[in-house]
């Protein structure tokens, strides 16, 4: 599946952050987005394992056009996560 994902880039003194807004509590960081990106995909991965364990239902990527008209989102920087 491919979910998109907000970015907000690092610098020299910040890490890079990386949200799937589709997963709840699905945040991860890291010192490059290299690493933001292979911990997002290690949270997601987890996150959704345990929903299935659960019975819950595995959500839908929602387009990053509808996301992006969501106030709480914007600005961002966004990209695609392939899980």
């Known amino acids: 599946m491919h979910y998109p994902i907000i970015i907000e880039w690092g610098d020299e003194r910040t890490a890079t952050g990386i949200q799937i807004p589709d997963i709840p509590g699905a945040v991860t960081a890291g010192d490059t987005f290299e690493e933001a990106y292979d911990a997002a995909i290690e949270i997601a991965q987890i996150l959704l394992q345990q929903m299935e364990t ?30």
């Not at 387009?63 to 914007?74: A, D, I, L």
């Open 54 to 83: 659960h019975g819950l239902d595995i959500p839908v990527p929602t387009s990053v056009s509808e996301h992006r008209g969501n106030p709480e989102f914007s600005g961002k920087g966004w990209g695609m996560l392939t899980i």
